[in-house]
Nanobody, 117 residues
């Protein structure tokens, strides 16, 4: 199974940008996909974006046009570039692997993104 580890979370001002990463050894060689979710302080988790095995990208409507998901295949890493951040983007961002049996469905531990002035 592929185990993801998130990084890059930080405190950023509204309107700012931040790049967070999810590194998962074996992600590329096993042809896996990856999704980003975020969890609010109240514990509600919502899907944010996914990138498939074939590099197809999908986004939550409220982040479309502001967030971009991409792969750095040599580094087994999925990147979420977040621009024009809003306070409501605050949350614990987690990544989840998906794909075939070699990929599994593991969650990472999360990285905290806080958008506040």
């Amino acid at each position: 199974q592929v185990q993801p580890v998130e990084s890059g979370g930080d405190l950023v001002q509204p309107g700012g940008s931040l790049k967070i990463s999810c590194t998962a050894p074996g992600f590329t060689s096993n042809n896996c996909g990856m999704s980003w979710y975020r969890e609010s302080a109240g514990g509600q988790r919502e899907w944010v974006s996914s990138i498939s095995t074939y590099d197809s990208e999908t986004y939550l409507r409220s982040v479309k046009g502001r967030f971009t998901i991409s792969k750095d295949k040599p580094k087994d890493t999925v990147i979420l570039q977040m621009n024009s951040l809003l306070p409501e983007d605050t949350g614990l961002y987690l990544c989840k692997v998906f794909g075939g049996s070699r990929c599994g469905a593991a969650w990472g531990q999360g990285t905290q993104v806080t958008v506040s002035s």
